[in-house]
Structures are given as structure tokens and as C-alpha cells.
């Protein structure tokens, strides 16, 4: 069952007059609608670029906007605003739509948790699993199992594994 519609359109590829068997055809041919297809990936192909070029101009900014921010954490003004009055990031409203960010709060929010608690290690305040066998006299087995019964947190760096000595001095 085929339409016997025939609608004169103009291709918006190429600007020629043809008649088109339904009304949603935009091309005179399957060559112009491939042009047109390629133009328009390589349309977004540049305003990714342009997206990406912002993006680095904003990574040299000090002081950021809201829209800035946004734009930084690919989401929305309207969570930006959300998260500054829910008091995750600090902001200072200079007046109306003034609402500006210092690069450092961004930065501590996206920091990892494990690098801020690297921020207030200690070594002195920690020990190795060697130092507390030779010191406690006692097995791994016997180390990572106070620590699972006590629910010490240990901090680990690369393959080494520091336990506060705090914890297990009153323990052991």
C-alpha cells in the first residue's frame, strides 16, 4: 500500500527542486543527505573542540563563575546552586547573578578521599606490619584480625600498610 503523494521540495543539501514521495524527505538524493550527514558530525566534531577549548581557559581561572563550574563538572547551573546552598561549596555572592567560586574549593571537592586523608598522614603516628610483628611478637593473621574485630582503619600506600598506633597500643 504506497502513498501517491508528490510534494514539490527544494534539497536542503543543494538547493535543487525535486518531488518528494513523503513529507518528511529534506534530500533530493542519497548523496545529499550523506553531505549533509558529514557536515553535521564534523559540525559537532567542532563545538566538542569548543566545548574543550572553554574547558582548559576555565582550568586557568583562579576565580570561577557558576556557569564556569557548571561547566567544569558537566552538569547543570541549577545543581551548582543546590550544592552552594546545601553548603558543598563554599561561594561568595557579590550581588544578583555575581555568584563566584574559588578553583580551590572545586578542586578539594573533586579530590579523592584517600588523597585527603595522605594530607594528614603521619608516619610517626603509624605502624608498618613488620614494625608490630617484631614489636607484639604476633602473626598477620593475628594483626588483621584485631583490626577487623576493632575496626581500625589502615591507611594504604602503594603495597605498604600503616596501622595508627594509637588503636593498637591501647589494645595489645
Do not use: W
Not at 503523494?5 to 524527505?25: D, E, S
Not at 543546590?82 to 563566584?100: E, H
Not at 583490626?147 to 605498604?160: A, L, M, N, P, S
Request: charged share 35%.
Amino acid at each position: 500500500m504506497g502513498s501517491n503523494l508528490k510534494i514539490n521540495k527544494v534539497c536542503k543539501q543543494c538547493g535543487k527542486k525535486f518531488i518528494a514521495k513523503m513529507t518528511t524527505t529534506r534530500y533530493c538524493s542519497h548523496p545529499c543527505a550523506q553531505k549533509a550527514y558529514y557536515e553535521r558530525i564534523k559540525a559537532e566534531r567542532l563545538s566538542k573542540q569548543k566545548k574543550q577549548d572553554s574547558i582548559e581557559e576555565v582550568n586557568l581561572k583562579e576565580i570561577l563563575t557558576v556557569k564556569e563550574v557548571a561547566r567544569l563538572l558537566e552538569c547543570s547551573t541549577k545543581t551548582i546552586y543546590r550544592l552552594i546552598d546545601k553548603g558543598t561549596i563554599k561561594a561568595v555572592n557579590l550581588s544578583n547573578r555575581m555568584t563566584r567560586i574559588k578553583r580551590d574549593e572545586i578542586d578539594e571537592i573533586l579530590r579523592p578521599k584517600q588523597e585527603k586523608e595522605l594530607l594528614d598522614f603521619n608516619i610517626s603516628n603509624y605502624y608498618t606490619m613488620k614494625e608490630l610483628r617484631n614489636r607484639f611478637s604476633i602473626s598477620d593473621k593475628a594483626i588483621y584480625e584485631i583490626i577487623k574485630r576493632e575496626q581500625i582503619k589502615k591507611v594504604k600506600i602503594g603495597k605498604h600498610i600503616y596501622i595508627p598506633k594509637q588503636p593498637i597500643d591501647n589494645i595489645l
